[in-house]
């Protein structure tokens, strides 16, 4: 998976690399599922959610742009996998996850590979989680329709917020960055995720 679909689609980031082919993803799929676990597909996980194909993974691990100081925000745990790549790069990772059933397995899951570098909350992850902010980087698995003001709030001067940005019909995966002049957007990929839901952040 790492060479044929993660190299060769561009992806040249070591410490991505590395850490995609140090976590075995089989774990993080269901068992019916598990042969198809190093295929480059988004898999179901239940509750109508998915896990995210492992190139978006890599691409968005290495636009967060992280080292081994960065304090972590994850959006939407889902399985915990890309919870553990994130958590192999940086020195911690918070993960909120607003679906109990998905947070409670996928905490097992983190700890039966011993990662122990990660806080699961269970809640609205669109508003962040102020107490541990700043943060130097912000990954959002699920699609907004704007980026939450929250978020850029609790980012990091330096840090980058990576969020897919749309809805059902069509989404760009963006890049906020957040400089002392303000914050700059740029839009990477068209991408695909399920929809991040807050009452809350969307007025909805
Ligand atoms: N990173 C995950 C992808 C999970 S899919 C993985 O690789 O497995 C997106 C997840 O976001 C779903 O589990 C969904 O329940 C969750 N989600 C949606 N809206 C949310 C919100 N406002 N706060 C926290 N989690 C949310």
Same mark, same amino acid.
Do not use: M, N, T
């Given at each position: 998976m790492v060479r044929h679909d993660l190299r060769r689609r561009g992806i040249t980031d070591v410490r991505v690399l590395a850490a995609m082919a140090s976590? &075995?993803?089989? /774990?993080?799929? *269901?068992a019916a599922l598990q042969r198809r676990a190093y295929a480059d597909q988004p898999l179901p996980i239940g509750c109508g959610q998915t896990i995210s194909q492992p190139y978006m993974v890599a691409l968005m691990t290495a636009e967060v742009g992280m080292n081994r100081t960065s304090r972590v925000l994850e959006v939407g745990t889902g399985s915990g996998y890309q919870t553990a790549v994130l958590a192999k790069i940086a020195s911690h990772v918070w993960t909120i996850e607003r679906l109990a059933e998905l947070l409670t397995s996928a905490t097992e899951r983190l700890q039966s590979i011993a990662i122990s570098n990660v806080s699961c909350i269970e809640g609205? !992850? %669109? /508003? !962040?989680? *102020? &107490?541990? %902010? *700043?943060?130097d980087g912000i990954l959002v698995t699920a699609a907004a329709p704007w980026p939450p003001a929250g978020l850029l709030e609790q980012l990091a001067v330096g840090g980058r917020l990576v969020i897919p940005i749309g809805d059902l019909a069509g989404q760009r995966l963006t890049v906020y960055e957040k400089t002392t002049a303000g914050v700059a957007a740029r839009a990477a990929t068209a991408c695909r995720f399920v929809p991040l839901v807050s009452p809350q952040a969307f007025n909805a």
């Open positions: 976590i &075995p993803r089989e /774990l993080f799929v *269901p609205d !992850g %669109a /508003l !962040g989680h *102020p &107490p541990s %902010a *700043p943060f």
